[in-house]
């Protein structure tokens, strides 16, 4: 199956700075990705729908100018969570669809710690 | 809401049991497609099944859709403690997942 990669795997930060996760698509190319926060024993929660060269399509309750997504490629999403608190630890997923059945794939996952 | 809603929440087997579980979803469909996951870590991509196909197998795994019912199955056979995980399903079209069965197989 298509392969799906996040970086970090994990960063704790202190409350007040900014974390970049990268969510990358490594052997095909994918025009939609989707980022997900998943707190502890709970399910995963949709975020926003990055699509390549476009703005962001973020849920309702999701600040977009706290959690900033940027898709310039069609390998490449980024999610910027901005001035960390300790309320936005939390495990984040991004994915990627392909094919005409969009079939979706999972990266790892990235664990954010805010002290 | 959520599309796929996952049922039962929590499933608990004996290792060598089967375990089924349940995925219903609102909307029309061009595919459904299961995931598991293991505590703390990303989803991993089980099987898809589309909308024109009722029953698919892989390995232990047999999926059925019934579209006219909104509904498909997850059957894991001979279950191992490995399987132990929480299961989740997605359909195309919304990203959005339930709460997902979270499966326990003891040894």
């Known amino acids: 199956g298509a392969v799906v990669s996040q970086h970090p795997s994990w960063v704790i930060c202190k409350s007040g700075t900014s974390v970049k996760i990268e969510c990358r698509s490594l052997?095909?190319?994918?025009?939609?990705m989707f980022w997900y926060r998943q707190f502890p024993k709970q399910s995963l929660m949709l975020m926003a729908t990055?699509?390549?060269?476009?703005?962001?399509?973020?849920e309702q309750g999701v600040e977009k100018d706290k959690f900033l997504i940027n898709h310039a490629s069609l390998t490449l999403s980024t999610l910027t969570v901005t001035s960390a608190h300790p309320e936005d630890s939390s495990f984040y997923i991004c994915?990627?669809?392909?094919?005409?059945?969009?079939?979706?794939?999972f990266g790892p996952g990235t664990r954010l710690t805010v002290l | 809401s959520q599309q796929g809603e996952e049922d039962p929440q929590a499933l608990s087997i004996q290792e060598g049991e089967n375990a089924t579980m349940n995925c219903s979803y609102k909307?029309?469909?061009?595919?459904l497609q299961w995931y598991r996951q293991n505590s703390g870590r990303g989803l991993v991509h089980l099987i898809l099944?589309?909308?024109?196909?009722r029953e698919k197998h892989s390995g232990r795994l047999r999926v059925t859709l019934d579209t006219s019912k909104k509904s498909s199955s997850l059957l894991i056979t001979a279950s191992r403690a490995a399987d132990t995980a929480s299961y989740f399903c997605?359909?195309?079209?919304?990203?959005?997942f339930g709460a997902g069965t979270r499966l326990t197989v003891k040894p």
């Open positions: 052997d095909f190319q994918a025009t939609t």
């Open positions: 990055s699509n390549e060269g476009s703005k962001a399509t973020y």
């Open positions: 909307t029309s469909i061009n595919n």
């Open positions: 997605a359909t195309d079209g919304d990203m959005r």
């Open positions: 099944i589309r909308s024109n196909e």
């Open positions: 994915s990627a669809t392909v094919g005409s059945y969009n079939e979706q794939f």
